[in-house]
């Protein structure tokens, strides 16, 4: 079974503060996701990673960064976290190409204070 | 650009009873269609893929279908159980993993 894990359930942060995500997977996926998913707008994705040290911006990766430094491994770093920054974080793993199942995380809550 | 939607936003139904929930989505070139499950609080659950070149899908009491050229897929649940109350969220593959989600149909199985 594709196992995919996430560092925290819940996080509670100060604004400013610098965030740190982590998500692992054990199935030695290329492809890793991060999603955030509010009430009313769905899920909508921050940045994707097709391999070491590859990014790639999704819809909204304004006031977020990523490092994927291992395969298994794709972290996402909040610079200067802000207030509507605070949502339900997802992460996700597949198989390289499109045509693949994605396998999500149990979610990250964060909340920014 | 790919727009999903699922129809009905929340769904209650007796334990027992067989439901469809609906999605449709407005642009038929995709690479393939995938439904999940998530639990209040939690990550989603891969239930079904079905790739564009299929027509369906099943998996224990579940059944997905695909009309590709309509722009619509169904999730058919036989004798729902209480177990089955979660929010449904369907999701179709763009190419360039651009995956799109539909904002999930919530359904309560009352016993």
């Known amino acids: 079974d594709v196992k995919v894990t996430q560092s925290s359930r819940y996080l509670v942060k100060r604004t400013g503060e610098k965030v740190f995500l982590e998500c692992v997977q054990d199935?030695?996926?290329?492809?890793m996701f991060w999603y955030r998913q509010d009430p009313g707008l769905g899920l909508r994705l921050i940045y994707f990673?097709?391999?070491?040290?590859?990014?790639e911006k999704g819809d909204i990766p304004e006031g977020y960064s990523v490092s994927r430094e291992k395969k298994e491994r794709f972290s996402l770093i909040l610079e200067s976290a802000s207030t509507n920054q605070t949502s339900m974080y997802l992460c996700a793993s597949s198989l390289l190409g499109s045509s693949y199942e994605q396998y999500f995380g149990p979610g990250t809550r964060l909340t920014v204070t | 650009k790919q727009e999903v939607t699922q129809i009905p936003a929340a769904l209650s139904v007796p334990e027992g009873e067989n439901l469809v929930l609906n999605c449709s989505f407005t642009?038929?070139?995709?690479?393939?269609l995938q439904w999940f499950r998530q639990d209040p609080g939690k990550g989603l659950t891969s239930l079904l893929l079905?790739?564009?070149?299929?027509r369906e899908q099943t998996s224990g009491r579940l059944n997905a279908s695909l009309d590709k050229s309509s722009g619509r897929s169904t999730l058919y649940i036989a004798a729902s159980q209480p177990g089955d109350s979660a929010t449904y969220l369907c999701?179709?593959?763009?190419?360039?993993?651009?995956?799109?989600f539909g904002a999930g149909t919530r359904l309560t199985v009352k016993p």
């Open positions: 642009d038929s070139a995709i690479y393939n």
């Open positions: 990673s097709y391999d070491v040290k590859m990014k």
């Open positions: 079905i790739q564009s070149s299929q």
């Open positions: 999701a179709v593959s763009m190419g360039n993993n651009d995956m799109r």
């Open positions: 199935m030695d996926h290329e492809n």
